[in-house]
T-cell receptor, first 115, second 115 residues
Framework: QQQVKQSPQSLIVQKGGIPIINCAYE??????FPWYQQFPGKGPALLIA?????SEKKEGRFTISFNKSAKQFSLHIMDSQPGDSATYFC??????????????FGQGTILTVHP | DAGVTQSPTHLIKTRGQQVTLRCSPK?????VSWYQQALGQGPQFIFQ???????QRGNFPDRFSGHQFPNYSSELNVNALLLGDSALYLC??????????????FGEGSWLTVV
């Protein structure tokens, strides 16, 4: 019940395309859903995050769509650039209780944006 | 504003040895979590420290231990190293009193290779 399932494992798009990465969860106690971007040899960097009381959040070229009833959320990258090539992780967290502060990560999606 | 800093960045140890990794949280943060990221996988939660106490723990054996100091910095210790302990070890920091209670930042990680 603590799992977060992420798909696809890898994704290749052309510059300007809109890659979409999907995540699904089971634990309805999750109430915070961040996305992290990780470049090779680096730590994950917080990209954007959403809480379940909103269905969409946009920051720059990055948009999260959230479907609470389906227990799914996705990341869309508008006008993708070669510099966006990285591994993307979705995650989920429960606030409070015994799971306070613990992030549960998806398996990651390797995104390649061709020039 | 200093982010999360970790040391060392890379190290090689022999099976059976012990290792200590260090982390300084982002300025103003008081909570430190440690994650293990195997190659090609998402980070896995090891444990979290707040007010110098281990607050919660993931599914890791007792060979993994930690400590938090009064200045909020933290150490991760791994005893009796196994080949399977080879991974990127990530430190993450957050603020207990953050109104959002959510924002978690990661360091660049410490690459541990066990031979």
């Amino acid at each position: 019940q603590q799992q977060v399932k992420q798909s696809p494992q890898s994704l290749i798009v052309q510059k300007g395309g809109i890659p979409i990465i999907n995540c699904a969860y089971e634990n309805t106690a999750f109430d915070y859903f961040p996305w992290y971007q990780q470049f090779p040899g680096k730590g994950p960097a917080l990209l954007i995050a959403i809480r379940p009381d909103v269905s969409e959040k946009k920051e720059g070229r990055f948009t999260i769509s959230f479907n609470k009833s389906a227990k799914q959320f996705s990341l869309h990258i508008m006008d993708s650039q070669p510099g966006d090539s990285a591994t993307y992780f979705c995650a989920a967290k429960v606030n409070g209780g015994t799971s306070y502060g613990k992030l549960t990560f998806g398996q990651g999606t390797i995104l390649t944006v061709h020039p | 504003d200093a982010g999360v800093t970790q040391s060392p960045t890379h190290l090689i140890k022999t099976r059976g040895q012990q290792v200590t990794l260090r982390c300084s949280p982002k300025s103003g943060h008081d909570t430190v979590s440690w994650y293990q990221q195997a190659l090609g996988q998402g980070p896995q939660f090891i444990f979290q420290y707040y007010e110098e106490e281990e607050r919660q723990r993931g599914n890791f054996p007792d060979r993994f231990s930690g400590h938090q100091f009064p200045n909020y910095s933290s150490e991760l210790n791994v005893n009796a190293l196994l080949l399977g302990d080879s991974a990127l070890y990530l430190c993450a920091s957050s603020l207990q009193g953050d109104p959002l209670e959510n924002t978690i930042y990661f360091g660049e990680g410490s690459w541990l290779t066990v031979v």
